[in-house]
């Protein structure tokens, strides 16, 4: 699973309008510069890795504004003279930026500020508050009507979504700008926007429209004379030969890329070559060098601590990797780095993840890696006591896999039933319409007498609650009894008494029953609702999050929905 390796990069060059590529002088005489020319000069040396002489620039440009008391290039002082420093440094010099500016009138600010934290905050894989900001920034830009504000933090969110996964909505806002930029993006910009395009088409398998693009992007860095852009498309290109399989030719495109980033020091880009290097390795079925590419992985991400989502799939292949040649330090080791990378992904992400198939969950890692501290303990004792606690484990382990097999066969019987019942409805009535007429006669046969409930009301309220489920709209979210009482004209005592009595479950229980029913039919007539991450499957049925819909769905149907959806999968390649 592949990710675009150039969101910080791209994020921070989006605040800051064309980048000329100036000619490289000494900086010897900065006083005979204006403001735009030191600008233009700051960002050449940046875009060059050329660092001591853009934090001079930085601090030069800062002290002019000073002298010449101009807050807004004051404002701009602090913004460069941030880039270059450590994180805790970096912050101050914005809330600074942002103290000075916030008397100022006009649409760039606090905006900009809100943008500039966001990206500070990214870069160090904050995503959280890289988030929270970004969302501030688009608020304040929407309601200064700044249409190139607004574009910026809707491109920074859009990042955000792709690194996430949600690719297919990223994808259009990306699009949208590639296309449709102008007076918004440069054509330095327009090409960050084709390299994140590119990176969203690979991930949902647009892979023709993705090499258009890769080809159009290559024309352009080579007019350009661009390395960086020029190992970008590399990377891409290589990551394109690696989707299509052709792994030799992928390995070859990404080791240079690799190479280019580490030496450029580009570290979180040439962490992501290494990560998908180790991919094309592992397609070519070359175990020793997939294991040497994300051994050199964990190292790179233990000196800059900052993860990325796919790291996952790294560790779990280094603790197979080790489990098969038996060596049980090693397989410990890389035990400890996942569970303190899946717990730093896990409060990134939170329930971003849960949706992704999970080799090794939190919990199972955690007694494997006590029964391997027992195991290294007990090879110190003598071989009869080693050998009986073998024994015992290997007991226990027969246990519980014979007694998971057996829930496993129960569940997957559970979930054959359920797609038997929902197939045969279909047969009986596939095209049943509920009409008002129907409506009234199910209403009617409901007769049961609640005390204290007018029998005109309960009629009324099992009428309106017909509506509500032939409408569909227990799929909005947060609907409540209160909410629910109020929409159709009741109170929440009468509306709960009369599913209590007449739906013979609690408010909650309905509605869950409604969205788990509902999912269980819609999960087999729609593919492509099947192919959705488990996280956007819940929010369309009207959940907060993944959790709550996995735990309602074995509450009603006794199986698991990953157990559900593999029988569908069975049942339509038998069909």
Known sequence: MMKHIFLIKIIIILL?????????????????????????????????????????????????????????EIAEGYNLIHFNEKFPTALKYIDSLATITKDIKGNLYPARSYLLKGNLYYKHDNLKAALDNYILALKYAKEQNDKKQTAYANMNIAYINSYIGKNAEAAKIFRYYLYNGNNITDDYQHNQMRIALISCYLEINKLDSANILIKEGEKYALVGKNKYDLNSYSYLSGTYDLKLKKYSTAIIKLSNAYTYFTNSNENNNANYSLFNLGKAYQGAKNKEKVAETYIKLDSNIQKSNITFPELREAYTYLIDYYKEKNDKEKQLYYIDRFLKVDKKLDEQLQYAFTELPKKYDTPKLLEEKEDIINDLKKRKTILYVAISALLLI????????????????????????LIHSVEKRHKIDPETEVTEALIEELVQKEQKTIKNVPEEVVQAILKELQHFEKKEHFLKKGITLSSLAQSI??????????????????????????????????????????SYKLAIIADELGYNNAQAFTAAFKKKTHTTLSTYLKEIENTMTIK
């Open 394 to 417: 290997l007991l226990l382990l027969t246990y519980l896999y014979y007694k998971s097999r057996r829930a496993e066969r129960k569940h997957h019987k559970i979930a054959q039933d």
């Open 16 to 72: 800051f309008g064309n980048l000329v590529y100036a000619q490289r002088s000494k900086i010897d005489s900065l006083h005979e510069f204006e403001y735009p020319e030191l600008k233009n000069k700051f960002y050449d040396y940046c875009d060059h890795n050329k660092v001591p002489q853009a934090k001079q620039i930085a601090k030069y440009y800062l002290q002019k504004a000073k002298k010449e008391n101009n807050i807004l």
């Open 489 to 530: 004209n009741t109170n929440t005592t009468y509306l709960s008494e009369v599913i209590n009595s007449h739906k013979e479950k609690s408010f909650t229980a309905y509605l869950n029953d409604l969205r788990v029913d509902y999912a269980l039919e819609r999960l087999i007539e729609d593919k492509r609702f099947r």
